[in-house]
């Protein structure tokens, strides 16, 4: 599985940025995907995650305010940020958990895109 991202860029206090991620390869062995964010001099943290049954979770610091939905024909998930703060600042990664079942096992792995910078100005 192949992710790329796009949207990321600078905004201000209180604006709205869409990011977008596009899955390619065996996305069929795909049974989440979401958004991460690591911010400068910090750990990388969970910010939305949604499973291929629909079940969606945020993070705290962004519920209410960010919103993710997936578009299942194009292999792609979204991430809607509104009301963004300075402390949203980070790279934002899109991350694929996937599953290869085979006759003799099962296989979990994390798959990540190469991230894409947002940037909030006070």
């Known amino acids: 599985v192949h992710l790329v991202e796009s949207g990321g860029g600078l905004v201000q206090y209180g604006g709205s940025l869409t990011l977008s991620c596009a899955a390619s390869?065996?996305?069929?062995?795909?049974?989440?995907m979401g958004w991460y964010r690591q911010a400068p001099g910090k750990e990388r943290e969970k910010v939305a995650t949604?499973?291929?049954?629909?079940?969606?979770t945020y993070s705290d610091s962004v519920k209410g305010r960010f919103a993710i939905s997936r578009e299942n024909a194009k292999n792609t998930v979204y991430l809607q940020m509104n009301s963004l703060k300075p402390e949203d600042t980070a790279v934002y990664y899109c991350?694929?958990?996937?599953?290869?079942?085979?006759?003799?096992?099962?296989?979990?792995?994390?798959?990540w895109g190469q991230g894409t910078l947002v940037t909030v100005s006070s």
């Open positions: 390869g065996s996305t069929h062995n795909i049974n989440a």
């Open positions: 991350h694929a958990a996937v599953l290869v079942i085979t006759i003799e096992s099962q296989v979990a792995l994390d798959e």
């Open positions: 949604m499973t291929n049954s629909g079940s969606i």
